[in-house]
């Protein structure tokens, strides 16, 4: 039904940049919350950023200041623009999409894409 296809990541220096790239195979404008969780070896999969349907963003403290999760709906986009990297920021990013807010299992995960941070 749903896939979610990441791209745009990879290896950068300490204090460099990278986007990553979320495309939806469906109108993104029917879900509710999209966003970007991460998850390094040996942890859990954690929240990075998300958005909603209005526009409203949230991130995690740990990347605050440094990172930018926006939407394009023509493009079925979603986009996470990191900047001023660390290597504690070095984990498999995972897109995914949420079509309420209050239902269970209606959840869609995309591959995964790694991102690799040197010092």
């Known amino acids: 039904q749903v896939q979610l296809v990441e791209s745009g990541g990879g290896l950068v220096q300490s204090g460099g940049s990278l986007r990553l790239s979320c495309a939806a195979s469906v109108n993104i404008f029917s879900f509710y919350i999209m966003g970007w969780y991460r998850q390094a070896p040996g942890k859990q999969r954690d929240l990075v950023a998300k958005?909603?349907?209005?526009?409203?963003?949230n991130y995690a403290d740990s990347v605050k200041g440094r990172f930018t999760v926006s939407r394009d709906n023509a493009k079925n986009t979603v986009s996470l623009q990191m900047n001023s990297l660390k290597p504690e920021d070095t984990a498999v990013y995972y897109c995914?999409?949420?079509?309420?807010?209050?239902?269970?299992?209606?959840?869609?995960w995309g591959q995964g894409t790694q991102v690799t941070v040197s010092s």
């Open positions: 958005i909603t349907s209005t526009g409203s963003t």
């Open positions: 995914y999409a949420k079509k309420t807010s209050w239902l269970k299992g209606d959840d869609y």
